[in-house]
């Protein structure tokens, strides 16, 4: 288990005090509230409060596919990683502006350039600013080759970094 925890660094400021591990089936239920209280932003259908969702949540739990940040025992973020694409980043609303959703996404960047040599990718609303905002702020560059459905935009991280993945 060790291995799985990344304190966040003193490079995401003063702000940020939690630990970074894999979600484990236990947390499921919990991650599955938080998503829902960002149903609005991500966004999130209205079936997604339902038990076959929180059965797919704790399904992509147990495939080690959700990450989540604590701070205090207390769950401040989630993100699920799809191969190379982040999914379903939220961080709870009591702890947003604490770098948690930056740690977050360093993390995941950190994971696909040890296990693919690449850079990864999001698919984001256009109307969602704040996650758009933090992306770009993380030299995340829009990507038009990549399909998205329906009005979905895709952000890939720089070329830059994909090139330092390489080696
Ligand atoms: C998007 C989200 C994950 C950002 O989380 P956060 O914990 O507040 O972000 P961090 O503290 O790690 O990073 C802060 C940076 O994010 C961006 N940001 C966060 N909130 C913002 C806002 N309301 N307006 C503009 N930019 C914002 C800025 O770049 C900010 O950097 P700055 O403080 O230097 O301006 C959070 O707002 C959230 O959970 N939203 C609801 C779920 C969602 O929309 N998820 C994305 C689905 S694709």
Redesign the pocket.
Known sequence: MASCVATLHESFGTRATGVIRRATVKDAEAIHALLWT?KD??PLKDHFSNDIYRGWVREQCRKRNFWIVERDDQLA?AMMMQVDEIRY???AAA?????????LIEHAKEQVRKKYRSGVW????PS????I??LE?LNFVRDPDRVAPGDWICYCSSEADRIMARH
């Open positions: 960002a932003d991500i973020g980043l939220v961080t702890h947003r502006k604490a770098r948690f959703a930056q740690a999001a698919q984001v609303k969602n600013m704040p996650i905002r933090l702020k």
